[in-house]
């Protein structure tokens, strides 16, 4: 008989590339879907902030890209965005970019964390699951917030270069690093932060290199002087950010004492797991201080015990102090809003990923499965906010839709600023400033606004403290024949339901000659606010305008009727 061939076993570490890229192919598919399902090119917020370039209403300059907007200078975001809008003349382009970008910071922490280890590992599945989660669904519907974005590219690049460092020369690497130092500071004030801890390690690198295996015993000091210019370029490019700074107003109130900027830095902490952890965050909070305060413990132990890894280890290092920096920012300059906006989520992802990466060499062997496997079951946890972005994206579309339709109704631009300016999907701007950017986009012929009517001014007929049953019988006389583009009703909520409630009004409307019964149907998202309003675009001639048999349920009482009239 013939001697039995052996088995053949399949290749493990194909294999295991093959799960990595996959999941990370489906999280980046799952990433384009949601933008593609909710998004608009409706501008959003601060979007409007660069419609006065984009329009041609404002030459584009040096010196609006540098320009102030908060705290941030914000070039190179503006410039990615100018040019996005260039190009591809949607302005949803911004947000298909945040996942593009995303989904790169996850592939190249793959990259680096495989190049560390020498082989990929299942648990790198922890890169795409942190990277491209949907508790970031405010920033992945918000053009704008490419500002966040873009810094996490970034420091995903400075990340594959921490992780090669046993391979080419330490000037090089330093030269790439100051560079990207530089860009940072070109994002605003989270890359500032971010810069600031990482600029302080290439100097303390540039003073000692002899501490470190990488330097070359046969460099001439004048190889030096290059990273020394570009080292001392940055600091000035710093300090130079800070040339006519000033902190955006606030609203008046009483300062924050310490126990609420304690909250909001242990709120800050706990959204980096997703804004559906934010009501837990007394105690998800503490849990990642804990896992950043032991990550930089085992990095400082590792710096004395690992030479060879010592220029590694502290360029990490930095990527564990910049949270606590941008923590402590918001604390002082967000205290008044809480650290829980769900939009600080992405600013915490590098600091996550480089806690990993303290597992890959760092952590003792028997004890580095054990590490990544905890932060995978945590990349995991966080997505359960997949519900939460589910219902965030239904209401920031349905918000959106409202505003096309008034649109496609015909409503003038005051009326739309009028009723849009507070649109919590997210805060709009000042309803002056919105005036003027919707006209700016008529006059640009920018779809859908080029069919729009413009105007710049709204009359607003409030009539205050209605019936508080559920039922009211209600006759408004205009005086004269008014051409009423929308009525709105504001309702509080008696309770704390969060149920989806059905709310149908009926009324009717009466002219000389004419007689039509309006009816429309609205449906209250499910979000724990106690006030709502509901619109009807009424768009007609009036003299006197009556409600009956108006009905809403039982957790609501009506407070107030407006007319948007000419």
């Known amino acids: ?134 508790g970031q669904a405010e920033n992945l519907l918000w053009s704008f917030q490419v500002g966040f974005a873009l810094p996490c590219l970034l420091i995903a690049i400075v990340v594959f270069l921490l992780a090669s460092s046993r391979t080419g020369s330490l000037q090089k690497k330093l030269t790439l690093l100051g560079l990207i130092t530089i860009a940072l500071t070109l994002c605003g004030g989270n890359g500032l932060l971010m810069a600031g801890p990482l600029l302080v390690f290439l100097w303390s690198v540039v003073i000692r290199h002899d501490l470190y295996q990488q330097s070359d015993p046969g460099a001439s000091p004048r190889s030096w002087w290059p990273v020394v210019g570009l080292l001392l370029a940055a600091s000035l490019f710093l300090c130079f950010y800070f040339v006519g700074f000033h902190l955006a107003p606030r609203a008046a109130s009483v300062p924050p004492g310490l126990s609420k900027r304690v909250s909001t830095l242990f709120q800050f902490f706990a959204v980096a797991w997703g804004p559906y952890y934010s009501g837990y965050w007394g105690v998800v909070g503490p849990i990642t201080v804990f896992l950043l305060i032991c990550s930089a413990a085992l990095i400082l132990n590792s710096v004395y015990r690992e030479k060879e890894n010592r220029f590694r280890s502290l360029g990490l290092l930095t990527l564990l102090v910049s949270p606590a920096l941008l923590g402590i920012a918001v604390a002082i300059a967000r205290s008044d809003q809480g650290g829980n906006a769900p939009r600080y989520t992405t600013l915490l992802l590098p600091s996550l990923a480089a806690c990993y990466l303290v597992g890959v060499y760092v952590v003792r062997p028997r004890w580095r499965t054990v590490w990544q496997s905890s932060l995978l079951v945590m990349a995991v946890a966080i997505q359960l906010n997949f519900s939460w972005a589910l219902r965030y994206g239904e209401a920031f579309a349905e918000r959106r839709w409202q505003f096309v339709n008034c649109l496609r109704a015909g409503l003038p631009s005051a009326v739309l600023s009028a009723i849009f300016h507070q649109d919590p999907y997210p805060v709009y701007i000042d309803e002056r400033i919105l005036n003027d950017r919707l006209i700016m986009l008529h006059n640009a012929k920018v779809y859908p606004f080029a069919e729009m009517p413009v105007s710049d001014h709204v009359n607003v007929l409030r009539t205050e403290q209605l019936d508080s049953g559920t039922t009211f019988l209600h006759k408004l006389s205009l005086n004269r024949p008014t051409r009423v583009y929308l009525i709105e009703f504001n309702l509080v909520r008696k309770g704390k339901t969060q149920e989806v409630l059905p709310v149908t009004v009926t009324g009717t409307n009466s002219l000389e000659r004419d007689q039509s019964s309006l009816r429309w149907q609205q449906v209250c998202v499910s979000v724990p606010v106690e006030h709502r309003s509901f619109r009807y675009i009424v768009n007609s001639t009036f003299d006197t305008l009556s409600f009956e048999n108006a009905r809403w349920p039982e957790e609501f009482s009506i407070t107030s009727l407006v007319l948007y009239t000419d």
């Open 1 to 134: 008989m013939g001697q039995s061939k052996p088995l053949k076993v399949p290749d493990t570490f194909l294999l295991t590339w093959l799960l990595v890229w996959t999941v990370w192919f489906s999280c980046a598919a799952a990433g384009l879907w949601f933008v593609n399902s909710f998004s608009t090119d409706i501008p959003s917020g601060d979007d409007f902030e660069l419609i006065e370039v984009f329009t041609g209403h404002k030459p584009l300059t040096l010196q609006w890209l540098w320009s102030l907007h908060n705290e941030h200078r914000i070039f190179l975001p503006r410039l990615l965005l100018l040019t996005l809008h260039q190009t591809v003349g949607l302005h949803s382009a911004g947000m298909y970019a945040i996942v593009v970008i995303l989904s790169l910071c996850a592939m190249i922490c793959i990259l680096a964390a495989s190049q560390i280890r020498g082989r990929p590992s299942v648990t790198d599945t922890f890169f795409p699951l942190l990277w491209l989660h949907w």
